[in-house]
């Protein structure tokens, strides 16, 4: 199984990105993905997750700002970020959870700064 993220980069305060991830492999139908997150010093942290049945979960410091989708009938997630601060500064990371497996791709890095 390969994750393959994209959609990073430099943004200003209050603006918006969206990260993308496409999963391929052999993958199981029920299935959760999402993304996380890890700014310098910190640990690793969950940003979104949606299940392949469409339950979502969202960290609370990112609710309201970020939206997760997935693409239907594809193992695709997206995070539309939108209101973006200084503290969403980090290394996004996708995440593909099935069965007792867990996959992570490579990392997409995100840097709100004026």
């Known amino acids: 199984v390969q994750l393959q993220a994209s959609g990073g980069g430099l943004v200003q305060p209050g603006g918006s990105l969206n990260l993308s991830c496409a999963a391929s492999?052999?993958?199981?139908?029920?299935?959760?993905m999402g993304w996380y997150r890890q700014a310098p010093g910190n640990q690793r942290e969950l940003v979104a997750t949606m299940s392949s049945g469409g339950t979502m979960t969202y960290a609370d410091s990112v609710k309201g700002r970020f939206t997760i989708s997935r693409e239907s009938g594809k193992n695709t997630v997206y995070l539309q970020m939108n209101s973006l601060k200084p503290e969403d500064t980090a290394v996004y990371y996708c995440r593909l959870i099935f069965a007792r497996y867990v996959f992570w791709g490579q990392g997409t890095l995100v840097t709100v700064s004026s």
């Open positions: 492999g052999k993958i199981f139908r029920i299935n959760t």
